[in-house]
């Protein structure tokens, strides 16, 4: 089956400094990824929709210069979390529709903790 | 604004008996559902989905409800085995393409 794998699953990084999370589709193209976030015991919320060639959407309250999302592929999607501080520490997650297929397939997740 | 919910954050069940999550949602142009298990810190996998088109799918031990009068869906697992212990999410979206909603989960716990 279709196999979205996001990398990396765990990481832990300095207040300050940015962190690169990758999403990629494995075996099929993704024209559309999203990115969620998901706070402790709180649902999933959507970040952004990430558009291969253009320019990410991003939802109301997420700052666009702070989450920084390039799609420059078809099978990459990446999310830049820049001067991460420590209440950016959250659960990260991606999925992509493989075409007109209705399932949406999702990532590991990766998990960031800003010390 | 919460358009998806699930009232019941936690659930047990005895092993052998049937699981029933419920879920909720208040926009009527949802039109595809999904239910998704979650174990801590890894991604949700998709359980089983239904469109609006029908009231009822089944895979399993999984089968999953659709009442679009009362905008309300769940999910029986029949025979409930322990490895079932997870959180369990449904998500909704307008269609293909579209972002998905997701509820706040359900953690169900299957004691053996």
């Known amino acids: 089956g279709a196999v979205v794998s996001q990398h990396p699953s765990w990481v832990i990084c300095k207040s300050g400094t940015s962190v690169k999370i990758e999403c990629r589709s494995l075996?099929?193209?993704?024209?559309?990824m999203f990115w969620y976030r998901q706070f402790p015991k709180q649902s999933l919320m959507l970040m952004a929709t990430?558009?291969?060639?253009?320019?990410?959407?991003?939802e109301q309250g997420v700052e666009k210069d702070k989450f920084l999302i390039n799609h420059a592929s078809l099978t990459l999607s990446t999310l830049t979390v820049t001067s991460a501080h420590p209440e950016d520490s959250s659960f990260y997650i991606c999925?992509?529709?493989?075409?007109?297929?209705?399932?949406?397939?999702f990532g590991q997740g990766t998990r960031l903790t800003v010390v | 604004d919460q358009q998806v919910k699930q009232n019941s954050p936690s659930l047990s069940v005895q092993e052998g008996r049937i699981s029933i999550l419920n879920c909720d949602y208040t926009?009527?142009?949802?039109?595809?559902f999904l239910w998704y298990k979650k174990y801590p810190a890894e991604g949700p996998t998709f359980l089983i989905s239904?469109?609006?088109?029908?009231d009822k799918n089944e895979d399993g031990r999984f089968t999953v409800f659709l009442n679009k009068s009362a905008k309300h869906l769940s999910l029986h697992i029949v025979p409930s085995q322990p490895g079932d212990s997870a959180v369990y999410f449904c998500?909704?979206?307008?269609?293909?393409?579209?972002?998905?909603?997701f509820g706040t989960g359900t953690s169900l716990t299957v004691i053996p």
């Open positions: 999925s992509a529709y493989r075409g007109l297929n209705t399932e949406a397939f």
């Open positions: 239904i469109s609006s088109i029908k």
């Open positions: 926009n009527s142009m949802f039109d595809y």
């Open positions: 998500a909704a979206s307008e269609g293909p393409g579209n972002q998905f909603y």
């Open positions: 990430s558009n291969e060639g253009s320019k990410a959407t991003y």
């Open positions: 075996d099929f193209q993704a024209t559309t």
